[in-house]
T-cell receptor, first 111, second 108 residues
Framework: QKEVEQNSGPLSVPEGAIASLNCTYS??????FFWYRQYSGKSPELIMS????GDKEDGRFTAQLNKASQYVSLLIRDSQPSDSATYLC???????????FGGGTRVLVKP | EPEVTQTPSHQVTQMGQEVILRCVPI?????FYWYRQILGQKVEFLVS????????KSEIFDDQFSVERPDGSNFTLKIRSTKLEDSAMYFC??????FGQGTRLTVV
């Protein structure tokens, strides 16, 4: 079983719609969870971090965490063509520990 | 101004040669990391630096690799005797929030 699993996509979303991305993980000791956006050939860019069960909203983005079910998700509302990118889920056990990344989900927002 | 600057942005080297990748964080932080991403694959952890010492390293980070902080601010990742499979993007990161723009290493 992969440590962090994401559907590779592509996830095709019409402009203005909601994009829903999921991530499951195997390490129950994981404490911190992160979503990154990565454009082709560029470095990961942190969008959201979440540490507690439940929802966390930041602008058009909402992260959801369920530690019992070992999944974390990201919703992108009012998707824009500029949101077209690969979204990486990452986690770590404790502050200062390494990040473990999933393979990413490619999102295509069509005008 | 980016929080973390990496040089060079692209390096082409012949197999067997040594390369040095550089990272300059704008401000100090306890934790620094090196990651790599082979084209089309996931981001993989290489090594972490805490308080100027290696705190954790992955299985990838074998004797071929070394990291230094030669002047107390810049970080270097040295890859000795490069192999074709070392071709990847190498990212330096300050904490979890700031990744450098990466160095694309191509081994030919």
């Amino acid at each position: 079983q992969k440590e962090v699993e994401q559907n590779s996509g592509p996830l095709s979303v019409p402009e203005g719609a909601i994009a829903s991305l999921n991530c499951t993980y195997s390490d129950r000791g994981s404490q911190s969870f992160f979503w990154y956006r990565q454009y082709s050939g560029k470095s990961p860019e942190l969008i959201m971090s979440i540490y507690s069960n439940g929802d966390k909203e930041d602008g058009r983005f909402t992260a959801q965490l369920n530690k019992a079910s070992q999944y974390v998700s990201l919703l992108i509302r009012d998707s824009q063509p500029s949101d077209s990118a690969t979204y990486l889920c990452a986690l770590r056990r404790a502050a200062g520990n390494k990040l473990t990344f999933g393979g990413g989900t490619r999102v295509l927002v069509k005008p | 101004e980016p929080e973390v600057t990496q040089t060079p942005s692209h390096q082409v080297t012949q197999m067997g040669q040594e390369v040095i990748l550089r990272c300059v964080p704008i401000s100090n932080h306890l934790y620094f990391y090196w990651y790599r991403q082979i084209l089309g694959q996931k981001v993989e952890f290489l090594v972490s630096f805490y308080n100027n010492e290696i705190s954790e390293k992955s299985e990838i980070f074998d004797d071929q690799f070394s990291v230094e902080r030669p002047d107390g601010s810049n970080f270097t990742l040295k890859i000795r005797s490069t192999k074709l499979e070392d071709s990847a993007m190498y990212f330096c990161a300050r904490g979890e929030a700031f990744f450098g723009q990466g160095t694309r290493l191509t081994v030919v």
